[in-house]
Nanobody, 117 residues
Framework: QVQLVESGGGLVQAGGSLRLSCAAS????????MGWYRQAPGNQRELVAS???????NYADSVKGRFTISRGNAKNTVYLQMNSLKPEHTAVYYC???????????WGQGTQVTVSS
């Protein structure tokens, strides 16, 4: 079992920045992929960014150049640095973890990000 706890969401003005954190209850060294999804009201959950255990990253086109995902293996934490935020970035952001060996997936409880215009 893997528990994920997100933090760092909140209210920010357009153009501002936030850093989300996702702390795992186990070492993330053996978690193959971690990342962030978001879901805005009335929309489906969509991938924002992901990072593999080897450090390979993937971003949604809409956040490339604005958001950066990183892994802090020593703290079992994944981060999402979000810069130049826009109102359309408003959503609940969910952390996920995927372990290929066990073929299982885990989700955090979500953290609200609200960007005001």
């Amino acid at each position: 079992q893997v528990q994920l706890v997100e933090s760092g969401g909140g209210l920010v003005q357009a153009g501002g920045s936030l850093r989300l954190s996702c702390a795992a209850s186990v070492s993330i060294v053996n978690i193959n992929s971690m990342g962030w999804y978001r879901q805005a009201p009335g929309n489906q959950r969509e991938l924002v960014a992901s990072i593999t255990s080897g450090g390979n990253t993937n971003y949604a086109d809409s956040v490339k150049g604005r958001f950066t995902i990183s892994r802090g293996n020593a703290k079992n934490t994944v981060y999402l640095q979000m810069n130049s935020l826009k109102p359309e970035h408003t959503a609940v952001y969910y952390c996920y973890a995927h372990r290929s060996y066990y073929a299982d997936d885990y989700w955090g409880q979500g953290t609200q990000v609200t960007v005001s215009s």
